[in-house]
């Protein structure tokens, strides 16, 4: 009876002995296995996304961009314009040199390889339409010296002096340029004070938009 009690001791001893030495075997490999599911979640929650229909969508804000900006580009001219008694811009002796301004400017934007940009219009018809006060001060006929380059209009409006300065914004090119009635046959001046001979005559339709 005494042996059996012992053997059965010995034998709860050594299975205590056995779950001691196995206990930290197990918590070391809960551990690891914790350690690896940590880490495959932190990896998982930095891993970038694909998002296919954003990147979709941002191309195809691109593309629409650069359909639209050959009109915002074509809107963007600025017009200006120098509006007189169409005798006085053609046929006034205190004027004749107006015919040589524009000479010249042509001749440079040739050597300049630039397009040109200034154009004289006869009886404009934004002239009543858009300026109906200002309009009561040009006599008629009326010539429009139009262009786009601000700073050239300026310096003009300066030399011609009896001229009206108008800012054209907003208009297209079509409309800054659309002229009215042609203009009629001008006598020639009794007395030329130039030191070259006349300008032929209609020298102005030389410079009316094609």
Not at 60 to 79: G, M
Not at 161 to 175: F, I, N, P, Q, T
Request: net charge positive.
């Amino acid at each position: 009876m005494a042996h059996t009690m012992r053997q059965s001791n010995s034998i709860e001893s050594k299975g205590a002995r056995t779950m001691a030495l196995q206990r930290p075997a197990m918590g070391a490999v809960a551990g690891r296995v914790a350690r690896v599911q940590q880490r495959q979640l932190s990896q998982a929650s930095f891993a970038p996304v694909a998002r296919p229909q954003q990147v979709q969508r941002n191309t195809h804000v691109v593309c629409v961009a650069a359909q639209e900006a050959p009109a915002q580009q074509e809107t963007a001219t600025q017009w200006y314009g120098l509006v007189a008694n169409a005798e006085f811009f053609c046929n006034d002796v205190q004027n004749e040199s107006m015919a040589e301004q524009l000479r010249e400017r042509v001749r440079y934007f040739k050597e300049q390889g630039r397009e040109q940009d200034f154009f004289l219009v006869a009886n404009p018809t934004w002239l009543d339409a858009k300026f109906p006060e200002q309009a009561k001060q040009v006599k008629r006929p009326c010539m429009a010296l139009v262009s786009s380059d601000k700073q050239w209009v300026t310096f003009m409006k300066l030399r011609l002096d009896r001229v009206l300065k108008v800012d054209l914004a907003g208009m297209s090119a079509g409309e800054a340029l659309s002229a009215g009635e042609p203009l009629p046959e001008f006598k020639k001046p009794e007395k030329w004070t130039a030191p070259y001979a006349m300008y032929s005559p209609r020298w102005w339709e030389k410079f009316y938009p094609n």
